[in-house]
C-alpha cells in the first residue's frame, strides 16, 4: 500500500458492476500492477486494492499476465441483467431480524407477546397468574420502560396493568411513575398512563399526579399529553386541583405549593405589587397554549375564567378580543362556558359578530350541550341585532327543530326564543345569572324580546300545524308545547290549535312513556364484555340444543328405517319376480341412487310434525328486531292529562277559547263513548266548561244530539259524576 501512496501519476480506472466480484487493471508504471476488487454484495460496497509484482511488466498501453482489456460488450450483458428481488427483499429482511437479535430485549419481547395473545383472549382462565409470570421475564432492569414507547410491546403492558393482581399492579406502577411526565408525552406509552389512571388504587393515582407537578403548564401544551391532564382535572380532588392550577401562576408554584391560595386573586390579595407579574405569568401560559389550538381541556378553562375575572375592567376589552376566537373551544365544560360569555359580553360590535360566525357551524352541537347552550341563551339575551339573531341563529336551527325540542337542553334554547325569563320553565336562579348581560346591550329588554318573538312564532306554529303528533309525543314535549302556546299571538296560535286538537280527540292517540330521568324508556345497553360473553352462552346453549334435536331426529328416522327394512324384506320374498325384471332394466341404464338419509326424509313425509317445526324455525328465524318502546292512550297518561290541562288554562284567558272549541268540533260520537269510560277525559271535559259557558253550552248539545246522557249516568268514575254535575246546572 505505500509503494501506491507514494506514485502520484498513476490513473486508476475503476469499472463498478451490481452483484459482482470483477478485478480490473489500471495503467501501471514501475514493476507491478495494481488491482482493485469491487463487492456490492448486500448493498455494501467493500474495496479492495491490491499490487501484483510481475518480473516482465508490461508497455504503456499493454495488457498484464493473467489480466485482460475490459470489453465495452460486457458492460452492456451486465447491464442487461435482471435482479432477483424476492432474494433481496428475503436478505433485507433476514438482516433487519439480525439486527434485532443483536438487541438484548428481542428473545424476551417475543417470548411476552406470545403470553399476550393467551391473555387478552376472553376465554383465557387465571389471567393474574399469567401476568405475573409475565412480570417475572420482565423484571429486569428498564425493560418496562423500553417496551411501552413501542406500538407492539405498549399494549402488551396495557393489558398486564389491567389484569394484574393489585399488589403486582403497584409495582408495575412504580417503575414507570418516576418516567410519567415523558410518558404522558409518548405517542404510545401515554396509553399506559390512561390504564394506571383507570385501573389504579387510590393511591398510585395519587402518586401519578405528584409526580406531574412541575411539568403542567408544559404537558397542558402538548396534544397528547392535554388530554390526560384534562381527565385528571376532572377526577381529581378540591386539593389537587388546585395544586394543578397554581402551576399557572408562575414559576413559583412549580414545585412549591400554598394550601392558602385556593385562587388567582389570593396571590396577590397581600402583596398588590405582585398583581401585575402574576397576571403577566398567568397571561404568558394561555397565549401559549391557545396559539397550539388546546384550549379545549377542564383545567384551562378554569384558569382562564379566573384570568378574566381579576383582570381590570378597563383592560377587559383588550384581553377578551383576541380569545373570541377560540369561544366553541370553550363550551364544553362550564367553567369555559361562564368565560366565554364574559368574552361575549365585553366584546366590540365587530368582535360578536365574529364570534357569531364562528360558531354558526357549530350551532346544533353547542345548543344541545349541557353547558354550550347556557352561552347560546346569553347571546340571544344581550345581543340587540334581533333580525341577526334570526338569520345566524334561528333560521340554521329551525330544520332540526324536531331534534332540538327532543333533546333536554336544546328545548331550553328554543323556549327561551319564544318565552323568556318564564319561571314556568327556568330557574329563577339561572334567569338572574342570565339577565346580567342586559347592562351590555343598549336596546330595552321588553322591546329586544318582543321583536325576537315576532320573528320566530310564525315558523313554530307551522312546525306544530304540519306535525303536530310530534309535538304532544310524549310529557316532556307537551310542557314545551303547553309553554310556547302560552306565548303565541292570533292567527299563530290558532293554526297550532286546530292541529293540536285533531291529534288529541283521536282515539287512537299514543304516546311514549317517560322515565323519572326523563328518558324514553329503552332496554339499557350492557357492558360490552358482559355482552359478548352472554351472547357466547347463548350461541353454545342454541348450538346443544340444535345438537339435540338433530339427534332425536335421526334416532326417529333410524327407527322408521328398520320397520321400512322389514316390511321390504317381505313385499321382496313376495315380488321376487317382479324384482328380477327390474333388475333386468337396471342392467341397461342404471340410474344414480339417491341418498339413503334425504330418501328417507323426503319419502312419504315420515319425519314427525314437532321436529319438523323445530328444525324449520331453527334455520328461518329472523334476527331480532329492538324492543318498541312502550306506549300509552294519550288521554290515559297522567303527564299528558297536566299537559292538556296547562293549553285549556291559557286558553281560558282568550276570547274565543280556539282550542276549546276546535276540540269539541272533533269530538264525534265514538269519541265521546271512549272519553267517558276513561276518569282524566272526564276531567279534561269538565275542565273545559266550567269556567266556559259557550263551552258549556256546547257540550250540552252535542250530548244531547249523541244521546250520551244515559252512558255519563250510569259511569262509576268521579270525573264522570262531576261531568254529570256540571251538564245539569
Known amino acids: 500500500m505505500s509503494d501506491i501512496e507514494e506514485k502520484e501519476n498513476e490513473n486508476l480506472t475503476l469499472n463498478v458492476f451490481m452483484n459482482s466480484e470483477l478485478v480490473y487493471n489500471s495503467q501501471t508504471t514501475g514493476g507491478g500492477v495494481v488491482t482493485v476488487s469491487v463487492d456490492h454484495i448486500n448493498g455494501s460496497p467493500d474495496i479492495q486494492v491490491n499490487m501484483v509484482e510481475v518480473d516482465n511488466p508490461p508497455a504503456a498501453g499493454e495488457t498484464g499476465p493473467g489480466l485482460s482489456r475490459p470489453n ?54 387465571h389471567k393474574h397468574i399469567l401476568v405475573e409470570k409475565m412480570y417475572t421475564i420482565l423484571d429486569i432492569d428498564d425493560m418496562i420502560l423500553k417496551m411501552i414507547v413501542a406500538h407492539d410491546s405498549s399494549r402488551v403492558v396495557q393489558c398486564m396493568l389491567k389484569y394484574a393482581a393489585p399488589d403486582l399492579r403497584e409495582k408495575i406502577s412504580s417503575k414507570l411513575i418516576p418516567k410519567a411526565a415523558e410518558l404522558c408525552q409518548s405517542k404510545y406509552a401515554h396509553f399506559c398512563i390512561n390504564r394506571m389512571l383507570k385501573y389504579g388504587s387510590p393511591s398510585t393515582k395519587k402518586s401519578l399526579v405528584k409526580a406531574l407537578y412541575g411539568n403542567v403548564v408544559r404537558l397542558c401544551g402538548h396534544k397528547i399529553a392535554s388530554k390526560i391532564m384534562d381527565y385528571i382535572y376532572l377526577n381529581g380532588n378540591s386539593k389537587e386541583r388546585r395544586y394543578l392550577r397554581q402551576e399557572f401562576y408562575g414559576d413559583l408554584y412549580k414545585l ?33 397554549i391557545a396559539n397550539k389550538e388546546l ?18 375592567e378597563e383592560k377587559l376589552e383588550e384581553t377578551v378580543t383576541p380569545l373570541a376566537a377560540y369561544i366553541p373551544y370553550m363550551l364544553s365544560t ?106 351590555f346591550g343598549k336596546k330595552d329588554k321588553a322591546t329586544r324580546r318582543q321583536e325576537i318573538l315576532d320573528q320566530v312564532e310564525a315558523p313554530i306554529s307551522l312546525a306544530m300545524a304540519e306535525s303536530p303528533a310530534f309535538w304532544l309525543s310524549n310529557n316532556h314535549i307537551g310542557l314545551v308545547t303547553a309553554n310556547i302556546l302560552k306565548h303565541l299571538t292570533g292567527e299563530h296560535y290558532e293554526k297550532a290549535v286546530t292541529a293540536l286538537a285533531q291529534v288529541i280527540a283521536d282515539v287512537n292517540w299514543r304516546i311514549a312513556e317517560v322515565s323519572d330521568e326523563g328518558e324514553l324508556m329503552k332496554k339499557k345497553p350492557q357492558d360490552v364484555e358482559t355482552y359478548i360473553s352472554n351472547t357466547i352462552e347463548e350461541r353454545k346453549n342454541k348450538n ?47 340410474p344414480a341412487k339417491k341418498p339413503k338419509k334425504a330418501e328417507t326424509l323426503d319419502a312419504d313425509n315420515e319425519t314427525p310434525d314437532a321436529v319438523k317445526e323445530t328444525l324449520t324455525v331453527e334455520e328461518e328465524t329472523p334476527a331480532k328486531e329492538e324492543e318498541a318502546v312502550p306506549s300509552i292512550n294519550g288521554i290515559e297518561d297522567a303527564g299528558m292529562h297536566h ?59 252535542l250530548f244531547k244530539e249523541e244521546n250520551l246522557s244515559q252512558i255519563v249516568e250510569d259511569a262509576q268514575s268521579p270525573g264522570a259524576k262531576l261531568l254529570l254535575e256540571k251538564l245539569k246546572e
Not at 262 to 285: H, Q, R, W, Y
Not at 296 to 310: F, G, K, P, T
Not at 334 to 360: H, M, N, P, Q, W
Not at 577 to 585: M, P, S, T, Y
Open 256 to 288: 412549591a405549593k400554598d394550601d392558602k391560595v385556593k385562587c388567582l386573586k389570593d396571590t396577590f390579595e397581600n402583596s398588590p405589587n405582585m398583581k401585575a407579574s402574576i397576571i403577566g405569568a398567568v397571561k404568558a401560559n394561555l397565549e401559549h
Open 643 to 701: 299537559v292538556i290541562k296547562k293549553i285549556i288554562r291559557s286558553d281560558l284567558k282568550r276570547e274565543s277559547t280556539p282550542f276549546g272549541n276546535q276540540l269539541f268540533n272533533h269530538l264525534n260520537t265514538d269519541v265521546l263513548k271512549f272519553w267517558l269510560g276513561i276518569n282524566r277525559a272526564c276531567f279534561i271535559l269538565v275542565k273545559l266548561v266550567e269556567n266556559s259557558p259557550d263551552l258549556l253550552n256546547k257540550c250540552r248539545i
Open 72 to 125: 465495452p460488450s460486457d458492460n452492456r450483458k451486465m447491464a442487461h441483467t435482471k435482479t432477483d428481488w424476492n432474494q433481496f427483499k428475503q436478505d433485507r429482511r433476514q438482516l433487519r431480524l439480525e439486527r434485532k437479535r443483536r438487541r438484548g430485549s428481542y428473545d424476551i419481547c417475543l417470548k411476552v407477546k406470545q403470553m399476550y395473545e393467551v391473555l387478552r383472549c376472553r376465554n383465557a382462565t
Open 334 to 439: 362550564k367553567d369555559g362556558t361562564e368565560a366565554a360569555i364574559l368574552c361575549f359580553y365585553y366584546s366590540t360590535s365587530k368582535t360578536r359578530r365574529a364570534v357569531i360566525k364562528k360558531i354558526k357551524e357549530h350551532l346544533l352541537k353547542i345548543s344541545m350541550h349541557e353547558h354550550g347552550h347556557t352561552f347560546l341563551i346569553a347571546l340571544l339575551n344581550a345581543l340587540d341585532d334581533t333580525k341577526a339573531i334570526k338569520k345566524s341563529i334561528f333560521d340554521p336551527l329551525y330544520g332540526d327543530l324536531k331534534t332540538l325540542v327532543s333533546n333536554n337542553y336544546g328545548r331550553r334554547v328554543v323556549q327561551w326564543m319564544v318565552a323568556p325569563g318564564d319561571t314556568s320553565c327556568f330557574h329563577p336562579g339561572f334567569i338572574e345569572t342570565i339577565e346580567l348581560g342586559l347592562k
Open 295 to 312: 384550549l379545549d381541556n377542564s383545567l384551562v378553562h378554569a384558569v382562564l375564567l379566573e384570568y378574566i375575572q381579576v383582570t381590570d
Open 544 to 590: 346443544k340444543n340444535k345438537n339435540k334435536l338433530k339427534s332425536a331426529a335421526l334416532a326417529l328416522i333410524t327407527s322408521d328405517e328398520e320397520a321400512d327394512a322389514e316390511d321390504k324384506k317381505k313385499e321382496n320374498v313376495k315380488d321376487k319376480e317382479n324384482d328380477k325384471e327390474e333388475e333386468g332394466d337396471e342392467e341397461e341404464g342404471t
